[in-house]
């Protein structure tokens, strides 16, 4: 393995001024005291646990909200891949505004566009591109992220719906222009006993309608977390969202987008964590010589940044698969939520150490890291848990290892292209589950059998762990299936997530490669990548400890010479301000 040679102008995607590059020219450099958008605001803002309103009112001009609406509804969302480089712009600089500004709406949204009629779907986008709000509103405390379980009523009453009941720590409630409530229509026990509902707050009549005080949280502080109450309030028919009884459903088809989404825009808070500990290093002086000098410290930054590739290496992958192979994101899209969260929150643990004191500081030049580690961690839980990831993950084992695994070939090469074309998602194409398919899989039993070298090596290390996830899955009992699964069970999801994560570096890398990228289509990267997802394993690494001290010197030069060129430390590698 060699260095990376310099980039000259240019990342593993195609050339030209893309989405997320202007919206960082309009954002601006994060480092600049005097920018709204700047860390110094947002740090302020963040003391007193209150949004940002300068830098909400550069992205109401900006127009933000188009892009939580479908090109074909009048906005900008075509596929997710795109969408999250976008929203990254603003996640690296302050994620509650990523989240509180407005990713919920795009929570709320996914329904609409996934089930709504004609009708709702044009009404939410008139709403979202005049610079309206929607909420989601799922959660009820008493029963977390096991939603079947959910208590909030609507019932049929005299041609409306009567709404009654709580929910709580919701994202923007009392500034949400719409909600779409997840409610129980049944009171019979079974997946088809609670439905979905787009309620403009002006169509709710009658009844009582409270707003909770706000919940205060240790991260994410300037979101303004609430609730509501409501009784005896009633709604149009027409807010029926879909089909009465399919609520579950049209969650699990939504959930496909957003468990990739959230964990992928955070990717965006490791990229500044890992440059603010960068420049840390650059600047502290420990023993005579620079932090960064230290041959622990170097290998700490190299090893995070191959952390962050595989994270969006993984993201990028099955955003394309939402658009190229949906039939497959039931389980893969949970697998990303389940393992980039666990990723991205590990790698700013490791960071912290570069950091030092400096790390929990709160202001100055480094005070940022500190708010963006409290506002990370809510990726483990917020939206979905890790846990309720691999629960869903569970029952299509057996399946897979009947049909699936050493059977379908590899996934076609548009899942691994480096230009940002695919086609646009098909949200009607999403299915709830009954996943049977997976050539993830099959592209990393391929490429086992061609590659030489040490990818191959690390190639057939990853299929080797797919044959004996093979034959333990085969043998799970139903019992091992559900929420009341064994810690052995719940280590089986764990570990196919770490297979499909080593898939996608794989397809990533060989494209990039192929297309003579810079860098991404090096061996570094794609060989420390994997060999940290080994770790999480049984058995661990797999590289020497030369093969291993190579492959960091090679990816911490290419770290330092991104920071000195204002790129990103993602596979896109793009220039961005400051």
Not at 10 to 20: E, K, M, N, Y
Not at 221 to 248: F, N, W
Not at 561 to 568: G, N
Request: aromatic fraction near 6%; charge should be neutral.
């Amino acid at each position: 393995m060699t260095a990376a040679p310099p980039l000259t102008g240019g990342s593993d995607i195609s050339p030209g001024r893309s989405a997320a590059a202007r919206l960082d020219s309009v954002l601006g450099d994060p480092w600049d005291d005097g920018n709204p958008f700047g860390f110094a605001a947002v740090l302020r803002a963040d003391e007193r646990a209150e949004r940002n309103a300068a830098a909400e009112r550069t992205l109401d001009a900006y127009g933000l909200n188009a892009e939580f609406v479908p090109a074909g509804q009048g906005g900008r969302f075509r596929g997710l891949e795109e969408f999250v480089d976008v929203m990254r712009t603003v996640w690296r600089r302050d994620p509650c505004l990523g989240l509180g500004y407005g990713f919920s709406s795009f929570i709320a949204g996914v329904n609409v566009w996934a089930t709504g009629n004609t009708d709702q779907q044009a009404s939410t986008a008139r709403l979202l591109l005049r610079g309206g709000r929607a909420a989601s509103v799922y959660h009820e405390l008493a029963h977390g992220n096991d939603f079947s379980k959910a208590e909030f009523s609507a019932r049929a009453s005299d041609g409306a719906w009567l709404l009654n009941g709580r929910k709580e720590v919701i994202t923007n409630i009392e500034r949400a222009d719409a909600l779409v409530l997840f409610a129980r229509t049944d009171d019979a026990p079974g997946s088809r006993s609670h439905s979905q509902f787009l309620v403009p707050k002006e169509a709710v009549t009658g009844g009582r309608l409270d707003h909770l005080p706000r919940f205060t949280s240790s991260g994410m502080r300037g979101v303004h977390l609430g609730g509501v109450e409501l009784t005896d309030c009633r709604v149009p028919q027409g807010c029926l969202l879909g089909s009465e009884g399919h609520g579950i459903e049209t969650a699990l088809r939504s959930f496909q987008l957003t468990r990739v989404a959230l964990p992928a825009q955070c990717v965006g808070i490791v990229d500044t964590g890992l440059r603010a500990a960068l420049a840390a290093g650059l600047d502290r002086r420990l023993y005579g010589r620079r932090v960064v000098d230290i041959p622990h410290v170097r290998s700490v930054l190299a090893r995070v940044f191959a952390d962050l590739l595989t994270a969006d290496a993984f993201c990028r992958v099955v955003s394309r698969q939402l658009s190229v192979s949906p039939d497959e994101t039931p389980v893969t899209a949970s697998a990303v939520k389940y393992l980039v969260s666990r990723l991205l929150i590990d790698a700013m643990d490791e960071v912290r150490g570069v950091l030092g004191a400096r790390a929990f500081l709160r202001e100055g030049p480094f005070g940022i890291f500190q708010k963006l580690a409290r506002d990370l961690a809510p990726a483990g839980f917020g939206h979905a848990s890790r846990a309720a990831c691999q629960v869903t993950i569970l029952p299509h084992l057996p399946r897979l290892a009947r049909r699936a695994w050493f059977r379908d070939g590899p996934a076609p090469d548009t899942l691994f292209h480096t230009s940002p074309d695919v086609a646009p998602v098909d949200f009607a194409a999403l299915m709830p589950g009954g996943t049977r398919s997976d050539h993830l899989s099959g592209t990393l039993v391929a490429l086992a059998e061609e590659l030489p070298g040490l990818p191959g090596r690390l190639a057939r290390r990853f299929a080797a762990e797919l044959a004996a996830l093979r034959e333990e899955c085969l043998t799970l009992p139903p019992t091992d299936l559900t929420i009341d699964a064994s810690p052995h069970a719940y280590a089986l999801a764990g570990r196919y997530a770490a297979v499909l994560a080593a898939a996608a570096c794989l397809g990533r890398w060989r494209q990039a490669r192929d297309d003579g990228a810079p860098f991404t289509g090096e061996e570094a990267w794609v060989c420390t990548a994997l060999d940290r997802l080994a770790a999480r394993l049984p058995g661990g690494g797999l590289l020497t400890d030369d093969e291993r001290a190579e492959a960091e010197h090679a990816l911490f030069e290419q770290l330092l010479r991104r920071q000195e060129e204002k790129r990103l430390f993602d596979l896109t590698a793009r220039p961005v301000p400051g």
